[in-house]
């Protein structure tokens, strides 16, 4: 199907909300009086779909502090900010979805540290999730899963929609993990937000996180959906044994 460069852009910036409240009716009337350019926005708005249905996930969401940092960016000359200057709009709609698909795919990319290790995955994981439903939080040492994994509970807290959410360090034979499992109501504990790094010569209670001293998107995670401080001791001890009900 040939369109003019114009039209899909017009198109694009349709379904993207940018066009003025005159422009949008100007194109609603062309759309509903041109076949061809309706079946045209028909098959943008699938594919503008589809791209949301696959990176409308927990960790295509978070977006690591640093990247936010990095477009937030801003240049101070002579008193004056200069705001980092926005992404130029592509001729056609095509090269538009491509790059959004590379910039997706991008951010995944940088959340962790390349495809996931032998070790947990974010979803559910049994023995994990028996051993965080029984094990406090301590700050040394590690207690040994059934197969061979070590774990050690970091701290608990309530979720902001309900349930209980737990920050873990993992080690396993290809490296080590940093994940926060939440339980939901009548649920088992699920990893919610994950991050690896490969083993090194350093040993367990040696523990760096992946390419920093800290995790970006486990510390987001827990900002935003952390309803309040960690529990205590104490609190925690008393939630465990009834069975964080």
């Known amino acids: 199907m040939n369109m003019k ?12 909300g940018e066009l003025s409240t005159s422009e949008a009716n100007q194109l609603e009337q062309r759309l509903a009086a041109e076949p061809q350019l309706q079946e045209h926005f028909q098959s943008m708005q699938e594919v503008n779909e589809a791209l949301k249905s696959t990176f409308n996930t927990p960790l295509a969401r978070t977006v690591p502090a640093r990247i936010i940092r990095m477009l937030g960016k801003s240049e101070h000359r002579s008193g004056n900010v200069v705001p980092f200057p926005g992404r130029q709009r592509k001729a056609s709609w095509g090269f538009a979805i491509a790059a959004s698909i590379m910039a997706a795919s991008g951010l995944l990319l940088v959340q962790g540290t390349g495809p996931q290790l032998a070790g947990p995955t974010p979803g559910s994981d ?3 999730a028996e051993a965080l439903e029984a094990t406090p939080s301590h700050g040394d040492g590690w207690d040994i899963l059934s197969d061979g994994r070590q774990l050690r509970p970091l701290l608990s807290y309530a979720h902001i929609d309900g349930g209980w959410c737990r920050e873990y360090l993992l080690s396993h034979q290809t490296g080590h993990s940093r994940g926060i499992a939440c339980k939901r109501a009548e649920g088992t504990w699920i990893t919610e937000a994950l991050d690896t790094q490969a083993q090194q010569s350093a040993s367990p209670d040696e523990y760096r996180t992946a390419g920093a001293a800290d995790s970006d998107h486990i510390a987001i995670f827990m900002e935003n959906n952390a309803a309040g401080i960690a529990l205590s001791a104490e609190q925690e001890q008393a939630l465990i044994a009834k069975g964080w009900q």
């Open 5 to 16: 460069h114009q039209d899909e852009e017009l198109l694009s910036q349709y379904l993207d």
């Open 126 to 128: 049994a023995l994990l």
